[in-house]
C-alpha cells in the first residue's frame, strides 16, 4: 500500500498521462527517483522523515553540481506534493524545510554573427558544389534548419517535434509545443528563411507525409536531435570554425542579438517560451558589446574637454 518504488511508478505514469512531460523530462525524473529510493533504503513512503531527506541532499552536495542537484532535490520535491495531494501521506516531509544552493551564473554561450554569416554560407556553398542529388537535397535541408533555428530561437527538441501541419509558411508562422506542451506562436520575419523552407518543403513533400515531422530524412524518418548535432559540426568543421558550435548556441544568438536591438526583454520571454522573465534575464549579462557601445556613445564624460 505504501511501497515507495510503487508509488514512484505512480507517479511517472502521472506526469506522463496527465502532466503530459516530455521524454527526455520523464527519463531525468525516472533516474533521479530511482537514485533516491536506491539511497534510501526504505520502502514504506510514510516512515520517510525530514532528516532522512536533509542528509540525503547533503550527500547530493558533495556529489553533484549545484545545478544537477537542485534538479534531483526538484525532482523528489514534486514526487512528495503528488503523495501528499493523493493524500497518501499526512504531512509532506519537505514542509518548513529550508534548502539553498549556491549556483554560479554560467552565462549562455553565443555564435558571433560573423561566424553564423560564415557557417550558413558554407552549407550553400555545399549545395551549391554538390555533385549528387543526394548530396544537393540533404544541403538544401541542412540549410533549412539552421535558418529556421536562427530565425525563431526555438529549442532543438521543438524542432525535431516539428509537425508539418504546424507550419504554416504562407503567413509564415510556427505554432511551437515548448516544455510541458506549452503552446506559443512565433513568426518568421525574413523572406530569405521562408523561401529555403518553401524549397525545403517542396523538395521533401514525400518524406515528410511519410513522417508527418516537417524535418525528415531521406528516408522519410523524422530527424533526430543527434542528426543535426552530427550535421552542424559537419558544417563548422567544413568552415573552419574553431568555436564548438551546439545546437542551443543558436537560440542564445537570436536572444542576445534581440537584446541587443533594444528589444524588450518580455516580447524576447514569449518568443523563447520562457515560463518565468528570470530566466530570460540571464540575457542580460552578455550584451556586453551593446553596454559598450552605449557607454561610448551616450555617457557625459565623452562631452568632457580636460
Not at 169 to 181: A, F, M, P, S, T
Not at 252 to 267: C, M, P
Amino acid at each position: 500500500m505504501h511501497d515507495l518504488q510503487t508509488h514512484i511508478e505512480n507517479y511517472l505514469e502521472h506526469c506522463n498521462t496527465q502532466k503530459c512531460l516530455d521524454e527526455k523530462t520523464l527519463k531525468a525524473y525516472r533516474i533521479d527517483l530511482r537514485q533516491f529510493a536506491e539511497h534510501l533504503f526504505i520502502s514504506d513512503v510514510t516512515a520517510i522523515t525530514s532528516s532522512e531527506l536533509e542528509t540525503y541532499i547533503a550527500g547530493l552536495h558533495q556529489k553533484y553540481k549545484p545545478k544537477t542537484a537542485k534538479r534531483k532535490v526538484a525532482s523528489v520535491k514534486a514526487l512528495f506534493h503528488y503523495l501528499e495531494y493523493r493524500e497518501i501521506i499526512e504531512r509532506n516531509p519537505f514542509y518548513k524545510m529550508q534548502i539553498h544552493f549556491r549556483e554560479p551564473m554560467i552565462l549562455p554561450k553565443t555564435i558571433p554573427l560573423h561566424i553564423v554569416e560564415v557557417f550558413l554560407s558554407t552549407i550553400y556553398t555545399q549545395r551549391q558544389n554538390a555533385k549528387t542529388v543526394y548530396q544537393k537535397r540533404n544541403a538544401l535541408r541542412d540549410a533549412a534548419v539552421i535558418e529556421l533555428l536562427f530565425a525563431t530561437g526555438m529549442r532543438i527538441s521543438e524542432l525535431c517535434s516539428l509537425k508539418d501541419k504546424n507550419v504554416n509558411l504562407y503567413d509564415g508562422i510556427i505554432l511551437i509545443y515548448g516544455k510541458g506542451d506549452k503552446e506559443r506562436r512565433i513568426q518568421i520575419g525574413n523572406n530569405s528563411v521562408i523561401h529555403i523552407l518553401e524549397e525545403y518543403k517542396n523538395n521533401f513533400c514525400t518524406e515528410i507525409q511519410t513522417c508527418q515531422h516537417f524535418f525528415a530524412n531521406q528516408s522519410g524518418n523524422s530527424l533526430s536531435d543527434q542528426a543535426v548535432r552530427r550535421m552542424i559540426n559537419k558544417y563548422a568543421s567544413l568552415a573552419s570554425i574553431d568555436l564548438h558550435i551546439t545546437p542551443h548556441m543558436f537560440r542564445h544568438t537570436f536572444a542576445t542579438s534581440l537584446l541587443e536591438a533594444d528589444v524588450d526583454i518580455r516580447f524576447i520571454q514569449e518568443m523563447l517560451g520562457h515560463s518565468s522573465i528570470n530566466v530570460t534575464e540571464i540575457y542580460t549579462h552578455v550584451a556586453v558589446a551593446k553596454q559598450k557601445d552605449i557607454l561610448t556613445t551616450k555617457h557625459p564624460r565623452k562631452d568632457f574637454h580636460i
